[in-house]
């Protein structure tokens, strides 16, 4: 799987780099080795399943953290045939008190966390902020964020949800469990109990997690962007990114491209 690396930041502990996946067809990549512990942050909407050689597999959606293990070994495929772009923060050899020390390998982080390691990547490669932001910022937000389960209905249903913005498709409840080979009420209260939201919460949170994506990228169309992502109105996007990432789309571009 062709790469394209960013460097945004090192230091003596941690390297930050913006790492693009050139688009290839959704199917297992060559086994990489980790040389040494790293974080894979989560970029932009593209989905990617993972599997390690120690362990069970991860998927890995616009919402989730992944911790990798120095000299782990693993493959990574694609939800789609589509570019996909991460957030990588290594740590260098020797380092043991990695922020995300102790945490499980998998993490879902919310839209306000998302929304701020946004403003610090810009403010990184701008040279505005220190790596020191890193550490605390992915601190606070794995500390905050809930379980990503990736096994099970929950994991099944995780992977149904990531695929509506494929395919287009919004999935009622009952659907969404048959998909998920569960009953609605099972479903339902094992998502919730698992992620700490229910479906459709998730559901939200990619949308929010893909419009952050898109004004990242300098997205000014407001309206299109509400249609494009499936909210009913430019009013409807508004209310809930100001309710969950605290300031409005409007307001998150402005800072993300002052940065």
Do not use: K, N
Not at 22 to 40: D, I, K, M, N
Not at 123 to 147: K, P
């Amino acid at each position: 799987m062709a790469q394209q690396r960013i460097l945004l930041a090192t230091d003596p502990r941690w390297r930050v780099e913006r790492v693009r996946s050139h688009e290839t067809a959704p199917q297992w990549s060559p086994v990489y080795t980790a040389p040494s512990g790293r974080l894979v942050l989560p970029f932009d909407a593209a989905a990617m399943e993972f599997r390690g050689d120690d362990g069970p597999g991860a998927w890995i959606d616009a919402l989730t953290a992944l911790r990798v293990a120095p000299a782990q070994r693993y493959q990574l495929r694609p939800q789609a045939r589509e570019p996909r772009c991460s957030v990588v923060v290594s740590a260098a050899d020797g380092v043991a008190d990695a922020p995300w020390t102790g945490e499980p390998a998998q993490r879902l982080l919310s839209p306000r966390a998302l929304y701020r390691l946004r403003l610090h990547w810009r403010r990184l490669e701008a040279g505005l902020d220190g790596v020191d932001a890193t550490a605390r910022l992915i601190a606070e937000a794995l500390a905050a964020g809930g379980s990503a389960h990736s096994e099970g209905a929950v994991g099944r249903a995780r992977r149904c949800l990531a695929a509506e913005a494929v395919d287009g498709r919004v999935l009622s409840l009952h659907e969404l469990a048959e998909a998920a080979s569960s009953s609605p009420f099972h479903l339902a209260r094992s998502f919730r109990r698992r992620t700490g939201l229910s479906p459709h919460q998730y559901r939200l949170h990619l949308r929010l997690a893909a419009a952050l994506a898109q004004l990242d990228a300098g997205e000014r169309d407001l309206a299109g962007l509400a249609h494009a992502l499936g909210f009913c109105s430019q009013s409807h996007l508004g209310a809930l990114f100001l309710r969950e990432v605290g300031v409005t789309p409007g307001e998150a571009r402005r800072a993300l491209h002052a940065a």
